[in-house]
Structure formats: C-alpha cells, structure tokens
C-alpha cells in the first residue's frame, strides 16, 4: 500500500530552521555577515622633511659647547710664608690694579726689617773707621814709617769692610722688600674667579691665594677630540676661522682659533683649543656654542643621522618620489660619523631627495607629504 507524502513534509533539519521565529532568523544572519572579513584600513599619510642630494655636497657644520675665560687669569700669592690675618675680597669682586687683595701677619718681617737695618748700621760705621785708619797709613808709608807691605794689609781690611758695608745694605734693602710682600695686591684690574685660603691658614711663600681674571681680551675655551684636532691645527691663526654664538643669542661672532694644545687633558683624553673674540662681544663666563663650518675635500655624500636607518649590517635610506609622494628604500654604505652626519660612500646620486625627518615610521610604497612649518601654514 502506498501512502503518499504529505506536502508539509521537511527534513528534519529544515524542519528546525522553518520553525524558528522570524526575530531569531534575522539575527542569525547578522551574526554569520559579521563574522566576515573586516574591511582594510588606509594607511596614514605621513609628513617628512626632505633634502636633495645635490645640496649635501657642500659644507658641513661642527658644533662645540665653550666657554668665555679671561686670556690672562693668574693665581696671585705671598712672596713670603706666614699666617693670614685678612683678606678682603671674595669670589666675583671687581678688584682695581694695587688693591689689597689679602694679608699676612707682618710683625716676623718688621723684627727681620730692624735686625738688617741694625747691621747695615754696624757695617757703615766699621767701613768708615776703616777708611779712616786707612788714610792715616798711607800718610805714614809717605813718611817712611811703615812698610808698603803693610799699607797693602790695611788696604786689604778697607776692602773688606767695603764688601761688609755692602753685603749689609743689600740685606736691609732685601729685608724692607720683605715686610712690604706682608700685603698681596693686585697686579692688573679684573675680577676674583677662586678664592684657596681664608684668613687664620697658614701659607708658604708661593701658594696660591686668590685668582685673578684679568680685564682685556677674552678667549673662547672648548675641548676636541683627538680624531678632529687637525681640523683646529689647520684653522689655527685665520681670521673669522670659526663662529661663536653666546648662550642665549643668535648673533654669529667671527673668532680665531689662537690656540690648540699640544697635549691632551689626562683626564678627559680631549685637546683644549682657544679661540679669540673681539674686544666686548663677549662677557666672562659666558657659556657658548663653537660652530665650524667644514668643506668636504673627499667628495663623500653627508646625511644627517636621522636620515639612515638599518636593520643588521645593512643601513638604508629612504628616496621620495616626487611625482607619486611615494617613498622606496635606497641602500647605502656608511663609512663612518662625523659630528651630526653620516658620510656615506655610494648608494646615492645627485638629485635623490632623501627623507631626513620621519624616517623610522616609513614603510615601503608609502604615500608621504612635505612638512610645512605651522609659522608657514
């Protein structure tokens, strides 16, 4: 017997989706759409800073952090050792020429003064009586009395009362000069840049006491590393050679390089160099920056250090180009640093722009556009 199938007959399967209200069946079909492929986001357009090749050629910038001395600073000290009993100045006092500057207790010099005076006394009158015997013989050998031998021996005593005389003034003069070093004062007019010893130590003859910035012309003083100090050897001497620009300002000052040391700072292994400024450009103490402008004679492409980057042994940079803003890696060789830059050795050619700010976030293809100053906007 047949038995003829219902119209209403599903599978079962179709049956459980049919029977599920409409509310729920939407929802489903929201939940499958959803779980499809999001769509790709853009990429941001990144700003950069560019240069060309062609102008890189060109001459290169050193700075170098100084500092203004005086071209003259002398430590000042006692000619004689005692105790110090005043000293009037202090550190960054304006001091005139002849000013006193410190003291030592001067009561060991006077009683000195007195004793060379006392025996320059003593030395006068003992030549004097000598002189006097003295002539009183020569009238007696014109007589006859006395032999000219003798004469001789007294002529050798007047002599040597003579040196005595002498030696004793010499001594008092030395003395008085003595008593007067009791008192330190300034040999120039300039300002105190160290103080070494307070009132109460005692110093010996030739320790230092204060120091003295003298007035006059001034020096910008900085160190060099071993590597750049041909450089300031070849500068040393021409005029405007190099440009300072004090702490605070943005006028460029010409100097001269006047100095390099021979030797270097045993601590720091770096070469002190002094460069001259004209006469008032620059107060003391200063602190300033050195800039020299290097041209260089090898015919290496510079990069600012920003501008290379790398992964490993291989160092890259990036080449905009302008008709698409769009950015690709140039490998290069990095032969070695030099200040802020890179010199490189190939890789490049002139009329590449190269990215020099910005680079480190750049990714191949990428769509970039020029950075305007927010001054220039």
Known sequence: MRHSRSPHFLPTRSRALTALPLGLSLVATLALVACGKEPATAEPVRAVRTLTVGQLSGATTRDYAAEVHARVESKLAFRVGGKVTQRPVNLGDRVKAGQALAQVDPADLRFGQDAARAGLAAAQVNYEQTAIDFKRYEDLRAQGFISAADLE??????????????????????QTNQAAYAALTADAPGVITAVYADAGAVVAAGTPV???AHDGPRDVVFAVPEDQLPIFRRLQGKAGGVSVTLWGGDAAIPATIREVAAAADPASRTFQVKADVPAGAAELGQTATVHVELAPADGKLRLPLQAVTGNGNQSHVWILDKATMKVREQPVV?????????????GLKA???????????LSPDQQVTLYVEPSKR
């Open 351 to 361: 009329g590449d722009t190269v990215v020099t700010a910005g680079a480190h976030a």
């Open 210 to 212: 204060v120091s003295l």
């Open 153 to 174: 021996r007294r002529n050798s005593g007047l002599q040597a009362a003579k040196a005595q005389f002498d030696q004793a003034r010499a001594q008092a003069g030395m």
């Open 334 to 346: 990095v032969l070695r640093p030099e200040g802020d830059s890179l010199v490189l050795d190939g």
